[in-house]
């Protein structure tokens, strides 16, 4: 299925939900924060959608106050994909966990929480995954800074 | 005794005596003890980055570290040599540290490759990167390069080498600014010692 009929079926199955098309990138859908959980629940679940791989999680950061969110999902048995982004505030961003849907989201997960401070509700094991397990501050957020860092002359 | 005496020690001669059945040697106990120890350089089978594919191929067949007496070892515990290959970052900083304290005495140490001698290509910008091993661990022989052709590494191995042929026995950590050096705290760094995994602490491995 194209991304398009993707999004017609499950605009049928949650007609409460505000999905938006994303201009910035035809595979994704734009889903509000607190509907996030359920519409993956319905891409794992249904049959006729069978999402039975989780390809990524990742954020993209747009200082002064939004963070996108993005979440790759692939079927093996119908071959097509699909991308939910959530457009989170910058302050303390927050999601549900995915853990228990797609096993690998632990591990995306982590890394999403190291490295831009996402955090995960019901995540299992919600630690950093990259950095030392003492360290202040999100390296991949564009305003980030560290005593160590030297900035290269121009 | 005394003529010999005044001699660099590398210019020491080695006397040899053929007797019925055998030979007899004579030299000083620093030139036998150097030679031994030059000549089987044991090192760590142990890299970080791409430095340590250049290695490999330094220890593979074409370069052939065997020619040099050095051969790897899996553990530290049986090493003589640890060639930092590759970028060295904070976490991973006190695990080398850790490593390079259970290997025995006589210990050398290479910092290979242009990240562990000043940080590399990840000197600006980098946050988490441990720019130079000299600051956790002392540094006998800096190879340049990013990463050093086999060429360079196995020639910074022969200065090692010539660097252990002059050591005198009882005096051989005496190298100003070599041997004793305080381990630096970097920012965000975990603690040189402790904050490492701890294996009891791991409910999957418990």
């Known amino acids: 299925m194209k991304v398009a009929e993707l999004g017609e079926k499950l605009r049928q199955h949650f007609p409460e939900v505000a999905f938006h098309e994303d201009l910035e990138n035809p595979q994704a859908l734009i889903v509000p924060e607190s509907d996030y959980r359920q519409v993956a629940e319905r891409l794992r679940r249904d049959p006729e959608l069978d999402f039975d791989y989780l390809e990524f999680q990742t954020c993209c950061d747009h200082p002064p106050n939004r963070l996108d969110f993005l979440a790759y999902f692939y079927s093996y048995q119908y071959r097509h994909r699909l991308a939910l982004k959530v457009v989170l505030e910058r302050g303390l961003p927050s999601l549900p966990s995915l853990a228990d849907l797609w096993a690998n989201a632990d591990w995306n997960e982590r890394e999403v929480f190291d490295l831009f401070g996402v955090v995960f509700h019901g995540h299992p094991d919600l630690r950093r995954i990259m950095m030392p397990e003492d360290w202040e501050g999100y390296p991949l957020r564009k305003d980030y800074l560290h005593p160590n860092v030297v900035k290269r002359p121009d | 005794m005394g003529i010999i005496s005044g001699l660099p020690i590398e210019k020491i001669p080695i006397y040899l005596e053929k007797v019925p059945g055998g030979a007899i040697m004579m030299t000083g106990v ?8 030059a000549s089987s350089l044991w090192y760590m089978l142990f890299g970080l980055a791409c430095c340590a594919i250049e290695m490999m191929a330094t220890g593979a067949s074409r370069y052939d570290f065997d020619r040099l007496g050095m051969i790897f070892r899996a553990t530290p515990r049986q090493t003589d040599l640890m060639i930092v290959a590759g970028t060295l970052t904070l976490k991973m900083a006190p695990r080398v540290k850790l490593l390079y304290d259970q290997m025995p005495e006589p210990k050398y140490v290479i910092a290979m490759g242009g990240c562990t001698v000043y940080g590399g ?15 956790i661990i002392p540094v006998d022989i800096h190879v340049a390069g990013c990463p050093p052709r086999p060429e360079s590494l196995m020639n910074g191995c022969i200065q090692l080498q010539n660097l252990i042929r002059t050591e005198r026995l009882g005096h051989d950590r005496d190298r100003p600014g070599l041997r004793h050096i305080t381990p630096r705290q970097v920012p965000g760094m975990p603690p040189l010692n402790g904050g490492l995994i701890r294996p009891d602490q791991i409910p999957i491995l418990r």
């Open chain 2, 121 to 135: 290509p990840f000197y600006h910008d980098s946050y988490s990167v441990l720019k130079g091993v000299d600051k």
């Open chain 2, 30 to 37: 620093n030139s036998i003890l150097n030679e031994a120890k």
